[in-house]
């Protein structure tokens, strides 16, 4: 079955605990991005991979990490860094070029909760 | 950097009816392309549609269709015959620059279809 599957689908983090959020992809896509959730708002970009053992910074970079060590996954680290990270998490990825079939394809998400 | 303005937070309308969603989107590119997402409560991201700024044909994706006005910047969904399975958050994207750099997103509109 392709696609995107992210993992946990609920992780709770106590303060100052780094955690690590999985994004698994089988759909052979270079570009794979995180964004991040907050009630009421739209998605908002964190990092971004465009090929393996590249990632660069998005809109929200601070108090994340990444790292993308296979084609297939694109693990986000949250640090204690990051003072308000309850939210809920996207991992996606890109078929690549604009062409007529260009497409953003997302996982079912992770949530993220501070205790 | 790209910016996308959904200025409706909230929108109700009678199940059959038609209703106009509003996206408005600022750029000095001419090559781009435009999404509506759709998430319902189950928070899985659905594309909708598609818009790709050099085709000046409307996009049409059966109930659902976009009037794009390149010169206006405003990229608008049209969902007829409205039914209750539409009830959720609406977000526009861009996607720009080559692609690569991932989307951005405006703030959406939550759509309640009402019996």
């Known amino acids: 079955d392709g696609g995107i599957t992210q993992s946990p689908k609920y992780l709770f983090r106590k303060e100052g605990q780094n955690v690590t959020l999985s994004c698994e992809q089988n759909l052979n896509h270079d570009a794979m991005y995180w964004y991040r959730q907050d009630p009421g708002q739209g998605l908002r970009l964190i990092y971004y991979s465009q090929i393996v053992n590249d990632f660069q910074k998005g809109d929200i970079a601070e108090g994340y990490s990444v790292s993308r060590e296979k084609k297939e996954s694109f693990p986000l680290t949250v640090t204690s860094a990051q003072k308000n990270p309850t939210a809920f998490y996207l991992c996606?990825?890109?078929?690549?070029?604009?062409?007529?079939?260009?497409?953003?394809?997302f996982g079912e998400g992770s949530w993220l909760t501070v205790v | 950097a790209q910016t996308v303005t959904q200025s409706q937070p909230e929108m109700s309308v009678q199940e059959a009816e038609t209703v106009t969603l509003s996206c408005t989107y600022d750029?000095?590119?001419?090559?781009?392309?435009l999404f509506w997402y759709k998430q319902p409560p189950s928070r899985q991201m659905i594309l909708v549609i598609r818009q790709e700024a050099y085709k000046q044909q409307n996009a049409t994706e059966n109930r659902f269709s976009v009037n794009f006005q390149k010169a206006a910047k405003s990229f608008s969904l049209k969902i007829s015959d409205s039914q209750l399975g539409d009830t959720a958050m609406y977000f526009c994207a861009f996607q720009g620059g080559g692609g690569a750099d991932g989307l951005t997103f405006g703030k959406g509109t939550h759509l309640i279809i009402q019996p």
């Open positions: 996606a990825t890109w078929t690549g070029a604009l062409h007529s079939g260009n497409t953003i394809y």
């Open positions: 750029t000095s590119e001419n090559n781009y392309y």
